[in-house]
């Protein structure tokens, strides 16, 4: 009998289920969403992904996995997901959808809160404490003095990023004149006035004034 009649058949690849939902065998597993350690007999959501090494898990707390992919969640528990744990947990210990979907929709909510308190560059604003400095000049810049948020653009790559460029009124023609100044004279005064929402508007008028804008 030659080599190849009696070669065994190769086994076929076990194709892994698109979710788990187990209690974490370990401590060693990290949460995608908020990036904390998941601890050992923990809930957490696996998501099966495909990587350099082959396919693998993508694991999250199952909150965590509610508060950002509520849909994936939803289909792992119509799929009974927990089933495909090496250990299975109770599923009468596990949070209903429901209270998943409150966990989601408190999340929605809170994200959309920071969104909105979010400030758009350019704007002026009162400094909160003593431990800022003017960006072009290097003075201190007093608690309650009005400085004026400008954008600098910072390049990595391909990407372009705006960070806050901090400037005393007085040195803002100084500051519009820098190379990565992402930030144009030309609407400024209009600009500040739209987006500056936390502060005195006559502070901002006299801010406006002194920067040689008005």
């Not at 992919?69 to 949070?95: F, G, I, R, S, T």
């Not at 400030?119 to 400085?147: D, F, L, W």
């Not at 372009?160 to 040195?171: E, K």
């Not at 500051?175 to 006035?193: S, W």
Request: charged fraction near 30%.
């Amino acid at each position: 009998m030659s080599n190849e009649d009696s070669a065994e058949p190769e086994e076929e690849p076990v194709e892994l289920p698109p979710y788990v939902i187990e209690n974490a065998r370990s401590g060693r597993s990290k949460c995608k969403t908020c990036q904390r350690k998941i601890d050992a007999d923990v809930l957490r959501f696996g998501v099966l992904v495909d990587g350099r090494f082959g396919q693998g898990y993508m694991w999250h707390h199952l909150n965590c996995g509610a508060k950002r992919m509520l849909d994936q969640v939803e289909e792992a528990y119509a799929m009974e997901a927990w089933e495909n744990a090496k250990v299975p947990p109770d599923p009468d210990e596990l949070p209903t959808l429901e209270k998943l979907r409150a966990v989601a929709e408190k999340a929605s909510v809170e994200r959309e809160k920071k969104e909105k308190a979010k400030k758009t560059i350019p704007y002026a604003e009162c400094a909160p404490s003593n431990r800022s400095k003017c960006k072009q000049s290097g003075e201190p810049i007093e608690k309650g003095a009005v400085r004026i948020v400008l954008g600098m653009e910072a390049h990595f790559g391909n990407q372009t990023r705006v960070t806050p460029y901090n400037v005393l009124p007085q040195y803002l023609e100084q500051a519009l004149m820098e190379p990565d100044m992402g930030t144009e004279e030309e609407g400024l005064a209009d600009a500040l006035r739209e987006n500056s929402r936390d502060i005195d508007p006559e502070l901002l008028e006299q801010a406006i004034a002194e920067a040689g804008l008005s």
